[in-house]
């Protein structure tokens, strides 16, 4: 069983900054990509910021010189740094990690709970 656990999320305001933390944990052997995305009301789920490869990132353009996703690989978590905030910056958070178990002979694709983030004065 593996299980993702998002933290840090709340209230900040236009400017501010919070940061993301997303803890995997079970019989995990491997993880190969680890992600963060976000969804709002009535919206599909859109990705923000991938780690597609140890030392190769990709962001969504709305975010791209405000957010920074980093990763500790002996702890199994994924980050997500996020400055320069804007109201346009609300949604739920959404982790994402492809993990391979020690039961599975492939990657699956596992989701987080979701941390509602909110930008308001």
């Known amino acids: 069983q593996v299980q993702l656990v998002e933290s840090g999320g709340g209230l900040v305001q236009p400017g501010g900054s919070l940061r993301l933390s997303c803890a995997a944990s079970?019989?995990?052997?491997?993880?190969?990509?680890m992600a963060w995305y976000r969804q709002t009301p009535g919206k599909e789920r859109e990705s923000v910021a991938i780690?597609?490869?140890?030392?190769?990132?990709n962001y969504a353009e709305s975010v791209k010189g405000r957010f920074t996703i980093s990763r500790d690989n002996a702890k199994n978590m994924v980050y997500l740094q996020m400055n320069s905030m804007k109201p346009e910056d609300t949604a739920v958070y959404y982790c994402n990690a492809h993990i391979l178990t020690v039961t599975d002979s492939y990657y699956r694709s596992y989701w987080g709970q979701g941390t509602l983030v909110t930008v308001s004065s």
């Open positions: 780690f597609i490869s140890d030392d190769r990132t």
């Open positions: 079970g019989n995990i052997r491997s993880i190969n990509s």
